[in-house]
């Protein structure tokens, strides 16, 4: 353990020593870095590709999945989009030395608050090779240094792709170790730099619960989790129940496998026997299957629509599926209850034409992202027009929902005087 | 453990659901608490001062020393200080609510942040008293729910001062669960505390730097630390001399225990023949006792200034006393240098007329504050015009600096549509 542990920690200190370079780094000194390694990447292709099929054959050998192997493969148009999206970095805008307020003091002093990078960001995900240049290129927009460590399955794809970033880093005169691959993909070195507080200064997850709980559980380190998306859609009684509809089915069949899709369904009872039939066929022809509590079931098999009862578990569950709970609640005080119970402070939504209901609902609910009159599925750092996400935080600190370059740095006070004691 | 466990997750189940109710509290109703806090505290004074006085002969009897005892002590002067500070946070602006940002994307969907309170914070503290009223203030007027441990020396103070609150929150119409006082002030409790990730939102540790770091290595819930202020002045080879002068004295004399004192004078090889004599005899005036790196040693010997010869381990330390590190550092980046490597990331200034070293300083050093020509003393919520603050973080994940109210808070997206969907 004790060699695990000093190893890391000697390379947290490289990341920190670049960390003070990267944090005085002008905009265009990053941008030409961006620009650098999309054309790195291109360059490398063919070797990123050959290490991709190496990493492939393991993942089939192993008997992975379909969806797995799916995350896992390369071809050149997904390296030409890796590419693409490092130098769609670049275009956004640098959020280091924004200053977000500024005020004087009754003697004079002149207070800012000034963004300055984090530091050393820690980057801990699975399968998919592409967050190895998709972190790196926010973390180095945003002056940080990006500690990459990916799942063993994709080792050599993210290698291949880190090699590639380091040579445009080079190639715009900035520190190699702005961008670090983790190059032990054990849990025992995961573990020793989780506990190096002072050195790494924020962890992101991105993966399944299991990594999450278990980061979350083991860090000493700062950690911004992404748990679950329990998200919800409330159709309100006086909601236009075309646009319900709409919106239901974009929110559960859209994709059904990520964390801002419906996984469960609220109907106000007093439309209940009039909606209830009309948005479960829409689910149920898009291949849903509907799980209702015992109102739904009674409504749905009057109406000859298929529904299986719900089991208590059903509330509150993230299928990740073509599956949605549904559930009829009396009026919106019944809705604010149930969201706050099951929810996971994601993303919930209301359809109404009430602006008192609408009020209330975007005032009282508590999630990253309250919607009113779309589908869940905005909920995505792009969709709201951040640029890019780094990744998506369902706790309130530091950053909630969407992260995108600016939650990715920190704030810190510029005081200027003439002589001011106290 | 598990019996403390059940214990204290079931109380932090009680603050989590006033939390709902508190987040939808109006200003009035939250103002209406406070001076109802503040009448019950003067109310209070005869029993809070009976039980301080228990508290007092306890720590006399065993044997705390004089800076202790006067932490704790309470007399009705300072009940109504107490009181007056409750009064202020009712005068300042409500956070819970305010739009930070807003925009609109090409769908037409709006898009805004609006800030929401955190949920329930946690305070451990130590012998203060005060903290019990100033902390329950701050969390109640931004929708928090304060959990409240105080130390053991100092809980029948803190009971009498937290039952005075409850009586205040609950006229005014309040969950009585708004602010609690953990009941059990032993080690166990806290750790049970510490586990509850979900339930806790935030904890926010005062005191020495044994209890934050015991704090910071144990929790699972998210903690905003404040470790050290190792804070630097630098004066430059263009300063005003007789504004250095002052800014020094002040920085290391005017009240030496604090984390926003000067611990370190960096001093220009470019006017340290000069400088040095002069700022070094204002210090030893003081009473302050300097302890120079080999260069300043030499030259306050030449100029008959006492001084002691620095060891490697008085850079980096934190005095807190009427003592000073002092080393001649070879020019700016020789300062920038010294504050990188034995700084703690709380307050670095530079005294100096150039403006391109004011701008290099303030861009390149990371500090929580960072002070051109004032005084180190000025990185406090109340002197930088936070009107109050709970802490200094000196971490830069949420906030970094002074914490008022707004530091207190989350943001969330709200987005608005018109049956938008992906």
Redesign the interface.
């Given at each position: 353990m004790t060699t695990t542990l000093d190893t890391m920690r000697a390379f947290a200190r490289r990341a920190k020593d670049a960390a003070?370079v990267m944090?005085?780094a002008t905009t265009a000194q990053k941008n030409d870095a961006l620009f650098a390694i999309a054309k790195a990447l291109r360059q490398a292709t063919p070797a990123i590709l050959e290490a991709n099929a190496l990493d492939l054959a393991d993942a089939k050998a192993a008997g992975k999945n379909a969806a797995f192997v799916d995350r896992l493969l390369l071809d050149s148009a997904r390296v030409e989009a890796m590419a693409k999206a490092v130098e769609a970095v670049a275009a956004l805008e640098d959020p280091i030395?924004e200053v977000t307020s500024s005020?004087r003091?009754p003697n004079g002093?002149e207070?800012r608050k000034?963004r300055?990078p984090?530091?050393v960001v820690l980057m801990i995900y699975e399968s998919r090779p592409n967050v190895t240049s998709d972190a790196a290129a926010l973390c180095l927009k945003s002056g940080n240094v990006a500690m990459l460590r990916g799942g063993s399955e994709a080792f050599r794809s993210s290698r291949a792709i880190a090699d590639a970033v380091t040579q445009g880093v080079e190639r715009a005169g900035l520190p190699k170790d702005a961008v670090l691959l983790v190059p032990d993909t054990s849990r025992e070195s995961m573990l020793a730099l989780l506990t190096l507080?002072g050195l790494i200064?924020?962890c992101i997850p991105r993966g399944g619960e299991g990594l999450i709980r278990f980061v979350?559980?083991n860090a000493?380190v700062?950690v911004v989790k992404h748990y679950q998306g329990v998200c919800h859609v409330y159709v309100h009684g006086d909601a236009?129940l075309a646009?319900a509809e709409?919106?239901v089915?974009?929110?559960k069949a859209?994709r059904p496998g990520v964390c801002n899709a419906m996984e469960c369904l609220l109907v106000d009872a007093a439309v209940a026997e009039r909606a209830l039939p009309q948005l479960s066929r829409a689910l149920v022809a898009k291949q849903v299957e509907l799980r209702g509590c015992a109102e739904t079931v009674r409504i749905l098999r009057a109406a000859g629509v298929p529904v299986n009862a719900a089991s208590d578990g059903d509330f509150g569950h993230e299928f990740l599926d073509l599956i949605a709970a549904v559930k009829v609640v009396p009026g919106l005080d019944g809705a604010l209850d149930h969201i706050?119970k099951y929810g996971s402070e994601h993303t919930e939504a209301i359809v109404t034409a009430s602006r008192d209901a609408?009020r209330r609902f975007?005032?009282?609910v508590?999630?990253?992202?309250?919607?009113?009159?779309?589908?869940t599925?905005?909920?995505d750092g792009g969709?709201?027009?951040l640029g890019a996400e780094v990744g998506i935080s369902t706790?309130?600190?530091?950053a909630?929902?969407?992260m995108g370059l600016k939650e990715l740095t920190?704030?810190?006070?510029?005081?200027?005087?003439?002589?001011?004691?106290?």
């Open positions: 003070r944090a005085s030395g005020w003091r002093l207070v000034v300055l984090l530091g507080d200064d924020l979350a559980e000493r700062p236009d646009m709409r919106i089915v974009n929110a859209s706050a609408a975007t005032r009282e508590c999630a990253s992202a309250v919607v009113v009159n779309a589908s599925r905005f909920n969709e709201l027009g706790s309130r600190l530091h909630f929902g969407p920190a704030q810190k006070f510029v005081v200027e005087g003439d002589g001011q004691v106290r």
